[in-house]
């Protein structure tokens, strides 16, 4: 069993800068990513980073997103800044344990668990 649970979303104004936090408990994991929906769009993704420590990021993220991790915390982290009004959506954290997680972290399909997902909403 995997436990993800999200936090850090709130309200902000474009420009600004948010850092988002993943607590992951449970079973080794071969990749984590960051997702985020917003109302009727589907599930994009945003960041990943596998077990080994490389990162792969979309390109509404290079530049501007940074995702990490802290290990002894079990914690993946989201750092954002320059916010644009696009950004308002529900991040979601997912957890991968497959080799398919490793080969595809940019696919919500390679992820086998999901948190509740930490709303932020942009306000310009």
């Known amino acids: 069993q995997v436990d993800v649970v999200e936090s850090g979303g709130g309200l902000v104004q474009v420009g600004d800068s948010l850092r988002l936090s993943c607590v992951v408990t449970?079973?080794?994991?071969?990749?984590m990513g960051w997702f985020r929906q917003a109302p009727g769009e589907e599930r994009e993704f945003v960041a990943a980073?596998?077990?080994?420590?490389?990162?792969v990021y979309a390109d509404l993220a290079k530049g501007r997103f940074t995702i990490s991790r802290d290990n002894s915390k079990n914690t993946l982290f989201l750092r954002m800044n320059s916010l644009k009004p696009e950004g308002t959506a529900v991040y979601c954290c997912?957890?991968?344990?497959?080799?398919?997680?490793?080969?595809?972290?940019?696919?919500?399909?390679?992820?086998?668990?999901w948190g509740q997902g930490t709303q932020v909403t942009e306000s310009s």
């Open positions: 997912g957890v991968g344990l497959r080799s398919d997680s490793r080969a595809y972290p940019s696919s919500a399909a390679s992820y086998d668990y």
């Open positions: 449970g079973r080794s994991r071969a990749a």
């Open positions: 980073v596998r077990r080994s420590g490389s990162t």
